[in-house]
């Protein structure tokens, strides 16, 4: 699905946005603009003036003196502005200030996650987690002839995923392969092929020259450029992904139609399941809504509502198979049958097989490898830190930036370790993570956002689960009767169920509503044309995005994601939309 590239040009518009800062200061913008956006405001000090300490009449002149040089230090002294952070920072300053703000609630990370809830998320996420992973192994299997496999990718998945849920700062985020990270495992691939080299310590190296790079970041908060990044690319970024999950779930069984190896039959049962599978997890999931029940059970059972759903798209792919027979069996789920790498190598890589001065030169692929896993990493969390979840462990208030920098500091040591024994590099998965985050919240009775379980019990439990089926014959003899068209039906759910919330999806359906009757939005005092025309712009970008992408210059299609921050910014100083107006539309 190639998600990571979304991410990749929606980064770079953060980095334009900053080059744009420093090189022209004097337009002073920033792309967080409103009182109440990213961070909260440092109260600055008060100064005492020169002629108020010459005033001070019970003062001795000494101690006068002291006090004024005392705050004119204080005065020159840099402002530890939340809202507007240096791109780097002192060496480890972001990571120990994340860390000292979690550890201290380790304790309440496990506790909080032992409640019917999380049990419900991470049978969810579980089966939203694997899928992919499943998936992108094949793909991985293709391009490396088998180097690096299913076993590898779902061991990789596995392995960095406990660790990522125990010793991150944000352990919801999810972790997982992603499209860019596959395409320049095949360009490292035709590279090796090119000068004559073993793929796999070629990998390696380029692997632990990534890891240092990502560590030198890590230690200097270089995970700060994200603060240029506002809701307008997040709404468009946000509403992409979710079409491009409805979109492939459509795709896959519209093949089952098309396939010569399938049949209408299958097909159409292949339709029945998948919608099956959609249409029972988002009916239960809105029961937590409805008056029927008890608010215990509305609660239970939407919590259960994807899972619920799974097990009813296999009931139903199972009666037809033992009914019809082998004519209605559908494809499953393909997980290797025993505990080895692909191709049946070793798992720890040969190092020295690499000459040495492709050693050195493994530093240069690195460098956009690193770009890949920074970006990857960065937006995604910083979409999982969005205020609107109202999370507040270990993170000052709407800040967005807490934990990132720690959080990159395990990504780095991940890599290192997938590295040397040769799995795939994995990042932050934004639908899995936005899901995750997702089935953890907490709403009131009037169905909005009270707050989100933090805890660290449903990642670890996830992977654990995923780890289970590399290790145990019976939990993957299980999985191998899963059919893929319930998993569709579950990537229907992940897609759609992430634009609730998302004030452009809310503002694309207001321009088919009665406005005389229509309830009064956030944005309500905007005029109606300008909340159009700002609604518009923004259709008009994911329109462009989607049609480049698919397009024969797909290759520039992050430079469209790239124009997005300052098209935003233009808007605003061209007068397009007045900054009043902007302030509440583009408000975090």
Known sequence: MNLGDLKFGYAVAALAAALLNTASPALSFSFSPGP???????????VVSHGALYSQRNGSFKKSTKLFMSDVTA????????????LFESLLKGITRDYKMRLPLYKSDIK???NTQCFAATLFLFFACLSPAIGFGSLFGAVTQGAIGTMEMVSSTALCGVIYALTSAQPLTIIGSTGPVLAFVATLVQLADKFGLPFLPLYTWVGLWTSFILLASSITSASNLVKYLTRFTDEIFSTLISLIFVVEAVQNIGRSFTNPASSFTKGLLTLIVAVSTYVTANTLRGLRNSVYFTKGVRKNISNFGPTIGVLTGVLIANWAKVSQGAAAALPSLAIPPTFATTSGRPWLVPLMDLPVWARWGAFLPALMATVLLFLDQNITVRLVNNPQYKMEKGRRKNNMLDGMHADMLVISILTFITSIIGLPWLVAATVRSISHVRALSIFDSAGKLKSTIEQRITGFSIHALIGACVLFDKPRAILTQIPKSV?????????????????MWERMKELFK???????ERWSAVPRKVTMLFTAIQMGCLGAMVYVKESPIGVLFPVVIAMLAPLRFWMEKSGVVKKEYMDILDEE
Not at 75 to 86: E, G, L, Q, T, Y
Not at 487 to 503: D, I, K, V
């Open 36 to 46: 109440s956006l990213n961070h909260q405001i440092a109260r600055p000090r008060e």
């Open 487 to 503: 998993l569709m039906g579950l990537f229907l759910f992940l897609g759609t169920s992430a634009l609730p919330g998302n004030e």
């Open 514 to 520: 009665d406005s005389k009757i229509a309830p009064k």
């Open 75 to 86: 005065a020159k002294a840099p402002v530890d502005d939340d809202k507007n952070p240096p």
């Open 112 to 114: 909080d996650g032992l």
